[in-house]
């Protein structure tokens, strides 16, 4: 297997979420509101038995028409970090960031973690890994 190449500038955002219909519209609204244009949001659904892949695939077209790629992953019920791992093997990003489903982003909180490390690029913190 070939060495896996990441797009320069492009900020992975990997999800886990389980039974998050009520908070999830909230969530993807922010990450469609991001200042930082370079986005692919990965959404693991961790078997969730209420409507959250039916919210979530009814986002999928409002992200793409923004430009960010979006992806659903749909596993049987586990754990967060379980859905988190499997989440980490699509990302194609740069950078990667993993906020939880029923967190709600400021509409520049991308935009500052990759202008900091940008500016920084000797600084790796826990929850901002340059994919180098």
């Not at 909230?26 to 693991?44: A, C, H, N, P």
């Not at 489903?101 to 929850?127: A, K």
Request: glycine share 6%; proline share 3%.
């Amino acid at each position: 297997m070939g060495k896996k190449t990441f797009t320069e500038g492009l900020v992975s955002i990997v999800t886990p979420v389980y039974n998050g219909a009520e908070y999830l519209p909230d969530y993807l609204d922010s990450i469609l509101r991001q200042t930082y244009g370079k986005l692919e949001l990965i959404l693991v659904d961790d078997g969730s038995e209420d409507q959250t892949v039916t919210i979530a695939e009814s986002w999928k077209n409002r992200m793409e028409r923004k430009g960010i790629s979006f992806r659903l992953l749909r596993t049987e019920h586990r754990n967060a970090s379980s859905a988190l791992r499997h989440g980490l093997s699509y990302v194609t990003g740069e950078y990667l960031v993993w906020p939880d489903g029923d967190d709600v982003l400021t509409e520049d909180s991308i935009e500052i973690r990759v202008d900091f490390l940008e500016r920084h690029p000797e600084s790796v913190s826990y929850t901002h890994l340059r994919a180098h």
